[in-house]
């Protein structure tokens, strides 16, 4: 069986000063002509491991659960870029697992669903940053899933596709002040599971993911006060009269997104068990994506990402034969330098 994992990038708006994208960037080869830069930075302090989930509340970011062969974790760590070092709080409730989700909603995180190394889950969890306590909530109403995806748009949360013995592509909204699930519109176009989730500028969107093997190569738009979902330009190699570009290494599954300003990056995840390593930025008002310095870590899947503090983050992760507990930052507008 395997196990991979979507993941959630807080829905806090960062703002940086950004160079605006202007239609796309072709791909190319020669990575030195492409800009950002990644930087080696504070390696996660707890067990190496993948398929976690994180989450941000203010300007600290928190890692829960996840996997290194056949130990699972529950435990939670919290990091900040003032600090530069990671602190254990308290552990998730419930059995440990990977592939699960996770979301924030002010000043409180969630996390539920995954999967235990018997049984897929459904429980789901509050944490509360000032107390560092966990409060069991309702449920997910959906069937207990690993591998779906989550964001949170306007004080509430959602979670949708994922696999139960199928893949699926369902979505469901939370309401804490209610402590109440309600079945929201489907998303559109194929199943998933292990597809990315992100926020920008108040707009959720639903990206790639595998469907039985079978790599998604299409981006979704959520408006959540009307329930709606709207599809985004294909994500793959296209041309018309309007534009032309070479999207075709976009495609992936338990790969990362976190958003600085008013842009998204995706980076890591795999296509069909082979890792994919390039980084992409998306511009959400011309909908089109440039291509960024690949990931110069190890290529890996199942890492997780976040940002905080204007800056994006991707730590955690494995590939063939490392699991690993190192961490790395984007700096999307610098030149390439070497990080030996």
């Not at 068990?273 to 291509?291: C, G, L, M, V």
Request: aromatic residues 14%; proline residues 1%.
């Amino acid at each position: 069986m395997k196990n991979v994992h979507a993941y959630l990038i807080g829905a806090a708006m960062i703002s940086t000063s950004m160079i605006v994208s202007q239609g796309c960037t072709k791909s190319t080869d020669d990575d030195s002509e492409l800009i950002g830069n990644w930087k080696k930075s504070d390696d996660f302090e707890g067990n190496a491991r993948s398929e976690a989930v994180a989450f941000t509340i203010g300007d600290y970011a928190y890692v829960c659960s996840g996997t290194a062969t056949t130990e699972r974790f529950k435990d939670l760590w919290e990091y900040s870029t003032s600090k530069r070092y990671w602190t254990q709080r308290a552990d998730l409730p419930g059995a440990a697992r990977n592939s699960a989700i996770a979301f924030s909603i002010g000043t409180k995180g969630y996390v539920g669903t995954g999967y235990d190394g018997s049984a897929r889950l459904k429980d789901f969890y509050e944490y509360d940053q000032a107390t560092d306590t966990w409060t069991a909530k309702a449920e997910f109403a959906g069937t207990a899933r690993y591998d779906a995806v989550a964001f949170a748009v306007d004080g509430k949360g959602y979670i949708g596709c994922g696999y139960d013995g199928n893949y699926l592509k369902d979505l469901w909204q939370y309401d804490p002040t209610q402590d109440q699930w309600i079945k929201k519109a489907s998303v559109g176009g194929s199943k998933r599971s292990a597809a990315m989730a992100f926020v920008v500028n108040g707009q959720a969107y639903i990206c790639s993911g595998n469907n039985n093997g079978e790599i998604q190569q299409d981006l979704w738009a959520y408006n959540a006060s009307a329930d709606e979902w709207t599809e985004k330009t294909k994500i793959y190699n296209y041309s018309d009269d309007s534009y032309d570009d070479d999207y075709g290494t976009i495609p992936r599954s338990n790969g990362v997104t976190f958003v600085i300003g008013n842009y998204v990056y995706l980076a890591t995840g795999e296509n069909n068990s082979a890792n994919n390593a390039t980084t992409w930025q998306y511009d959400p008002i011309t909908d089109r994506w440039t291509e960024k310095t690949g990931f110069e870590g190890t290529s890996r899947t199942g890492a997780v990402g976040f940002n905080i503090s204007s800056r994006g983050f991707v730590a955690t992760g494995r590939n063939i034969s490392l699991t690993m507990d190192n961490m790395y930052e984007l700096l999307p507008n610098d030149e390439q330098v070497d990080n030996d």
